[in-house]
Structures are given as C-alpha cells and as structure tokens.
C-alpha cells in the first residue's frame, strides 16, 4: 500500500469514552475520503474517461467506515460495491481505487479485474467476484484455516445487501459460519433496493434481524445513518466475535443515495424514504452531531474536505499518467504451474 | 492387493500425515468414512482434520478457497460429480480465476466421484470433466489405473492451482493392483496403455478398461490398436496423441461423457487442425447418447460405449 495516501492518524484505535470523539473525526475523515473520491470518479465517468461500471457507496458511509474500524491487522475484510470508507479505514491506499477505475496496469487487479473488483488478498483484503454472497464463505474458509494455524483473536467481515440475502450463497454461508462456530461478522446494508428492486420483491420476513434466530446466531440491528450507532453497534458485534461469541448478524438501515451504478438514473427510488430517518444522509447527521458535540466545526470540515480533495486530485493525476496493460507484453497464463500450461504457448501478437 | 478406492485412501492417509496444511472436507467423510469409504478410519487418525461438512456445496469449495488463500491445502469431497454442479460458481468464478486476477494460487483439490455404474442414474452419474475443463485456471484429473488414482492424487494436493480430481466410481472396487507406484508419469504426460500398429484409441478413465479389451478382441481379428490413456484432460497431451497419430494414421476417441463439446471433440479438433495430413481416415470419436444417462441396466447398458461398441466403431475405422 501507498503510505503517502494514508491519512495522518493510524487507524483502528481502541476506543474508550475519552477517546470517543477522536474515534469519530476520524470515521467522519474516511467517510469524507470516501464521498469525495467517488464524486470524483462519477465525475470521470460522466466525462467519459473510465470504461464499465461506477459503484458508489453514496450513504453507505457511516456503516462501512465503522466496520472497516473495528478490524485489526489479521483480521479478513471482504467489502462489497459501496465500501470505499471501509475500505480505506481498513488499510486499502486511496492509489487502489483510482488505479483500478483509471485501467492502471499497476493497480492491484493489473487490468485483469476492474472498479470494485479488487483487493490485495495477502493482507487480509479480499477481492469480490461478482456473485453476490460468495465472498462469505471465503471469509469463512480463512477463519477455519486459522484455527488449524492456532491464529487467536481474528475475526473475518463480510458485507453484503440486502438483495444477497435472497441468495443461495448467502444461506449456505451463514449456515456453515454458525455451525462451525466462526468468527465471522457479516454486515447486512438494507439500503431498501436491490438495482431497482424493492424489498417487498426481494423477501417476505418481517425484518431481517428475524433470520438471526433461524440460523442460530446472535443478531444486531442500527441505523446506519448514525454514525454513533454504526461505531458502537457494530464495533460491539466485531468485539463479541473476537470474544469467541460465534458469528454476528448485523442488519443496517439505511437508504442508497445513488443508482445502482453511475448508468443509473434511479427513477425508481420512492421518495417517501426521504421523509424517513433512514432516508437521511449519514454525512450531513455526522456534521451535525459533531457540531452539537462541538467536536468540529464549519472550518474543520472545510479544511477536511479541502485535504480530500487535494489527495483524490493528487492521486487521480498519478493515476491517470500511469500505462494501461499492453496485450503484447500480458503474461497470458491463468495457471501458477506454468509446466502445465496447455500445449502451445500463446500465440504472438502482431504488434512489437 | 489394493484397489483403486483403497489407493484413493491410501494417497489422502499419506498426504495427511506428511502435510500439515492438508485437510479433508466433504459430506460424511469424518466419523462415517465417506460415502464410498475413500477416508475409511482418517478421521480417528488425524482428529480434527476430516471434517464432516453441510450439504452446501458453494460453501464448501468456497471456504476450501478461502483456506487455500491462507496457506492451506483442502480436499473437497463432493459425494457425487453430478452434485458438484451446485458448488460450480465457487469453481470456476472464484478458485479459477484467483490466480489470474490476483497473483495468489489457490491450491484446492476437488474430488469428483464420476461415472456410471448399473442403476445409478441420471444424478449420481455423471461425467463432468469436459465442463470443468472449459473454464480456464484448472487442472483436470482422470486416472484410470490404481496406480494413477494414488500418484496423481497427491500430485494433486502438491499443484499450487485448484485440481479437479475425477475418480471413477465404477473403478473403485472392480479395479486392482499389486502395490502402489513409487514413482509415475507427471500430470499432462499421457500413457500408452497398449502399443499397436493399425488404429489409434485416445479415451481417459474407465473408457480405457473398455477400450482395452475391444483392443484384444481386435487382436484375434489381427488388427493391433494403440490405446492412449490420457490420464489429465487438460492439460491434455497432444504430443502423445499425434506421434500416435502418426505411427497409426487412425484414430478413435473414446469418452463416456457426452458428445457435445467433450473432451472426444477436443482431440478431434486438435488432431484435425495440428495432425491433418497424418491421417489416413477421417478421424473418429464415440460418447455417451446425447441423453441424460438412464436408470435401467437395460438402458444403461448402451447408453454409454463398451468394450463391444468401441470394437464395432474400430471395424468401421480400419475400413475406412
């Protein structure tokens, strides 16, 4: 990872009430990171420099930036679509992103994987394939490999929508979690749509919280445009799976505050929502319980988000002078034993 | 005398014992021994290293990955080939493709109980080398021999990419040997089952037995036919199946999978394309019916081809 395009302050603090409103500046610092970045890369897209998809995390903010905090080296993250603020809060250097979406072949993923797609395994940070639910039991998988490895006190995360819950993956996942007994928090964003489909079309439970009990693990609901409650709560569920609690269900409300992708215009979103609580953006709830607080003020957040948007400046600009993958010169090999590579090298190109 | 269940036993027992990071995951596999006994008693003598699993397929090769990515080197038993299906996302999207798109290798094994034998059934059948074979990132398995079963078994288990092992059921108990290998041929190098003259066999697995005695039945008619036994289908060895070409002129392959797209199609396609003017006849293949594989031994007994059926398709080849 790029040290440069950390923030200041080291990430993953313990956190007591004395240290609570640091704890806090720094989330809202990620959230901000975040929110400015992906304004950016949309920014981008619009302007026709990023090939395939844009996924933002607009509103999303607060619950992946707590969950990203409450883990610690060794620990496993496997984010999905709108974690960039969990991301960055868990270690992912800011470069990751914008070379990923910029086509960087230096980026993580090389060219072969693109936008969200990515991550740096080796450090903890899974990279998604685009089945939803199937990252989860990859977390599970390293977690049971710690334990033959005798590794105390890790714990894996994994988020997913609401729309995965419907998934086969999702249940089969969970299911193998509890019996087994894992360290495994799998945070849950109901953002109440899954691309255009409305939570009456994706499942008939009253609450989701509901399958906690039906998988037997413990469940935890929060609003997820509280960033207070997103830090506790869900700190709260990382802290009882690392005591040995078995896996934790965390349902958190919220709504999408974007399309789906950046193609999407989200017509269909009812706004009704916006006259609810968990129609509100975590963003503007953060500065305003900050200013109440008097933990920061008007010109703290200006000089905050001035710093995000000189790294994102200063990180796209690198990004963008970077090369792209040349075909020539791609190492067309999708084995790790390379003496077993079918018959024929490939063939040469006709461009030297 | 051991049998090619026993050599499957036999190679897990050893791989247990001399790899730390090996472990055994499948439905039935720890207390109960598996399904077929292939890890009769492993469990008592490695606790904790046999696991009994849920009937989750997608989370077993899922969590398979994720313990490979951390260091470790899982057997994934799937009871049936034919129940692999619902574990085949995590197969081909996620363990093929982890080394390509990130640089890590995801050393999984996933055995495969293949095949046919009499009033199995449409599900508990199957032949699923060819689909797995088409996605690119894995390494294909399909011993014939006792022999293979245990060496290539562990070889398996030692490759850093994700190996799909398909055993055949039909062999397990029918199928006997001395003594195991203390050596053998490196997976992508076929065998030359049967050296001959006048016509060339390529066939895998079970298909090899049959191909064998339609070959010594051929032999009393004075016809000598090579027979290849290809051992890995991918990476599939061409250069055994075209020297053989050459020495023969004609060629037969065998598969008890189905016709579409299976792995006779693809020797044909490259026999054709790279060995074209070494042969004397058009070459030819012979597969499962296009059907799904019957119940019935009545049915079952022609759906797929036999020691009978591959010798009436070698008369029309050497006429030809």
């Known amino acids: ?352 | 005398m051991i049998t090619y269940l026993e050599a499957i036993r036999e190679a897990q027992r050893q791989a247990l014992e001399n790899d730390p990071r090996v472990y055994i995951y499948g439905q039935d596999v720890g207390a109960f021994g598996g399904a077929f006994k292939a890890t009769k008693s492993l469990a008592q003598s490695f606790p904790g290293r046999v696991l009994d699993s849920p009937i989750s397929e997608d989370a077993m090769v899922g969590s398979a990955i994720g313990a490979a990515l951390q260091g470790m080197r899982p057997i994934v038993e799937m009871q049936f080939a034919d129940f692999s299906t619902v574990g085949f996302n995590q197969i081909v999207n996620q363990a093929a493709t982890m080394f390509w798109r990130t640089g890590l290798p995801c050393p999984i094994t996933v055995r495969l109980p293949s095949g046919g034998t009499p009033g199995s059934g449409p599900f508990h059948s199957q032949n699923l080398e060819a689909l797995y074979a088409h996605y690119p990132g894995l390494i294909l398995m399909t011993p014939a021999t006792v022999e293979d079963a245990y060496a290539m078994l562990l070889e398996a288990v030692a490759i850093d990419d994700p190996v799909i092992f398909c055993e055949h059921k039909y062999l397990y108990y029918h199928l006997k040997a001395d003594t195991l290998p203390k050596e053998a041929l490196p997976a992508g190098k076929a065998r030359v089952a049967r050296a001959g003259r006048d016509a060339t066999v390529v066939t895998y697995s079970a298909m090899v037995h049959e191909s064998l005695a339609a070959a010594d039945e051929l032999a009393t008619e004075g016809w000598e036919i090579e027979v290849i036994d290809l051992r890995t289908i991918k990476p599939l060895d061409t250069d055994t199946v075209l020297a053989s070409v050459a020495r023969t002129g004609r060629i037969l392959a065998v598969g008890e999978a189905w016709p579409w797209g299976g792995v006779t199609a693809e020797i044909l396609a490259r026999v054709a394309a790279e060995g074209f003017n070494l042969l004397d006849a058009p070459p030819m293949r012979i597969n499962s019916k296009d059907t799904p594989v019957p119940y019935h031994p009545n049915l079952w007994g022609t759906h797929r081809p036999t020691a009978r059926s591959i010798a009436d398709s070698l008369r029309v080849l050497l006429r030809s």
């Open chain 1, 1 to 352: 990872m790029h040290d440069m395009f950390r923030l200041a302050e080291a990430p993953r603090p313990s956190c007591t009430a004395v240290e609570f409103p640091e704890t806090y500046r720094r989330a809202y610092r990620w959230m901000l990171l975040a929110r400015v970045a992906e304004e950016k890369i949309a920014s981008l897209y619009r302007g026709g420099k990023i090939t395939g998809g844009v996924f933002l995390g607009k509103g999303q903010e607060a619950i992946s930036v707590a969950t990203g905090m409450a883990l610690r080296d060794g620990d496993i993250f496997a984010p999905l679509i709108r974690d960039q603020a969990g991301r960055l809060a868990f270690g992912e250097s800011l470069l990751d992103f914008t070379l990923t979406y910029l086509g960087a072949r230096s980026g993580p993923m090389r060219g072969r994987d693109g936008n969200v797609h990515r991550g740096r395994p080796k450090e903890g940070l899974l990279p998604m394939i685009s089945h939803l639910g199937a990252m989860v039991s990859v977390v599970n998988g390293i977690l049971m490999a710690h334990r033959f490895q005798k590794k105390e006190n890790t714990v894996g995360a994994a988020c997913l929508g609401e729309g995965a819950t419907s998934t086969g993956a999702f249940h089969e996942s969970l299911n193998q979690a509890a019996v087994e007994k894992l360290p495994l928090i799998l945070v849950i964003t109901n953002n109440q749509y899954a691309y255009s489909t409305p939570t009456h079309r994706q499942f008939a439970c009253n609450d989701l919280i509901d399958k906690a009990i039906g998988y037997g693990v413990k469940g935890h609901s929060v609003d997820g445009t509280d960033l207070s409650a997103c830090l506790e709560i869900i700190g709260g569920a990382v802290a009882a799976a690392r005591e040995g609690e078995g896996p934790q269900l965390v349902i958190a409300s919220n709504l999408r505050l974007a399309g789906h992708g950046e193609h999407d215009d989200a017509h269909y979103i009812s706004q009704h929502f916006k006259e609810l609580q968990l129609g509100r953006d975590c963003m503007e709830v953060a500065q305003n319980h900050m200013l109440a607080q008097k933990w920061a003020d008007a010109s703290m957040f200006d000089l905050w988000h001035r710093d995000s948007q000189s790294l994102v400046e200063e990180a796209v600009a690198h990004s963008l002078r970077e090369p792209a993958p040349d075909p020539a010169k791609e190492d067309w090999c999708a084995l790790a034993s390379r003496h077993l590579l079918e018959g024929n090298p490939p063939q040469p190109t006709l461009h030297h």
